[in-house]
């Protein structure tokens, strides 16, 4: 079974930092392109940082300058480093991918995978 499983989140005050990491799991050929979502309460779910499979980095602007986005392609992983946290940070975060892998000996493509979530809160 293809999936993607996060860890890292947590409690944290604010001006704190975190590190979430996502492993794709499963019999997976390449992942492509990778990302970070997050949902507030009330809130749409909105793009906080992605990365090519080139490492190349786009941000939402409100994170800008305070978190990075770094992958590990041969551990089929990406990760967010989460600094100087601010309570309007405090949502859900999901992992998101798209990716190749193999079944029933043919290679198969899965887009837009997405992660159970980690919860992120920032409170004093």
């Known amino acids: 079974q293809v999936q993607l499983v996060e860890s890292g989140g947590g409690l944290v005050q604010p001006g704190g930092s975190l590190r979430l990491s996502c492993v794709a799991s499963g019999n997976i050929r390449s992942v492509y392109a990778m990302a970070w979502y997050r949902q507030a309460p009330g809130k749409q779910r909105e793009l906080v940082a992605a990365?090519?499979?080139?490492?190349?980095?786009n941000y939402d602007d409100s994170v800008k300058g305070r978190f990075t986005i770094s992958r590990d392609n041969a551990k089929k992983s990406v990760y967010l480093q989460m600094n100087n946290l601010k309570p309007e940070d405090t949502a859900v975060y999901y992992c998101?991918?798209?990716?190749?892998?193999?079944?029933?000996?043919?290679?198969?493509?899965?887009?837009?995978?997405w992660g159970q979530g980690t919860q992120v809160t920032v409170s004093s």
């Open positions: 998101n991918a798209d990716l190749n892998y193999y079944k029933d000996g043919a290679v198969r493509s899965m887009y837009d995978l």
């Open positions: 990365s090519t499979s080139a490492g190349h980095a």
